[in-house]
């Protein structure tokens, strides 16, 4: 069964970083791209970052680019955020999420989030 | 950025009833539109993927269609589990955008 374990949540000051991580299990990590997606108190869901399975292909949703570094280590079966310069806006649960096979942004496995506090 | 609106922002349906949810994406992505579902303190759940393929272990009564621009997700037969957030999300290129979602009262 596949298992995804997100960490690494807290309460930061505005400018500062977290970084957090995804532990993931039941499934061969290194074949499949993972993704971090958010949803702030209140709102919709927000796609933030997606790396392919070798790092080779980063992409950052606009609102995070520049800030955020998402990463992965396959021998750990870990996936990332490192999220830099947070903002109050930042303020969001936030889940990594496994694609489905062949269906490259269809996110069929998902954390139970981890929940990121951007307040002075 | 493609953008993806649903309608409409809530709704409020009885056991039993049909219901659909209508996304459309700013500009064409053929068939790569996904639904889930989303309840309060959980995760989401993927329902459809690829526009219309039902996600394993998804009860039938949940089916999508469209393609382009235009898609939907019907529920019929209602039942009191399917209460919660729909959203619409478009993986035809990145940024992977959402609707904003549709809440379903039962």
């Known amino acids: 069964e596949v298992h995804l374990v997100e960490s690494g949540g807290g309460l930061v000051q505005p400018g500062r970083s977290l970084r957090l991580s995804c532990a993931a299990s039941?499934?061969?990590?290194?074949?499949?791209?993972m993704h971090w997606v958010r949803q702030a108190p209140g709102k919709g869901l927000e796609w933030v970052s997606g790396i392919s399975w070798k790092s080779g292909n980063i992409d950052y949703g606009d609102s995070v680019k520049g800030r955020f570094i998402i990463s992965r280590d396959n021998a750990k079966n870990s996936l990332y955020l490192q999220m830099n310069g947070l903002k109050i806006e930042d303020t969001a649960l936030y889940f990594c999420a496994k694609p489905r096979t062949a269906a490259p942004g269809s996110l069929d496995a998902w954390g139970q989030g981890t929940l990121v506090i951007v307040s002075s | 950025d493609i953008q993806m609106t649903q309608s409409p922002s809530s709704l409020a349906a009885s056991v039993g009833d049909r219901v659909s949810i209508t996304c459309r994406a700013s500009q064409t992505i053929g068939t790569y539109l996904n639904w889930y579902h989303l309840k309060p303190g959980k995760a989401p759940k993927l329902l459809i993927f690829t526009a219309s393929d039902l996600e394993t272990g998804v009860p039938t009564r949940f089916s999508g269609a469209g393609s382009g621009t235009t898609f939907t997700l019907t529920v019929s037969n209602l039942q009191p589990e399917d209460f919660g957030t729909y959203y619409c999300q478009q993986s035809s290129r990145t940024p992977y955008t959402f609707g904003q979602g549709t809440k379903v009262e039962i």
């Open positions: 039941g499934f061969t990590f290194d074949n499949y791209a």
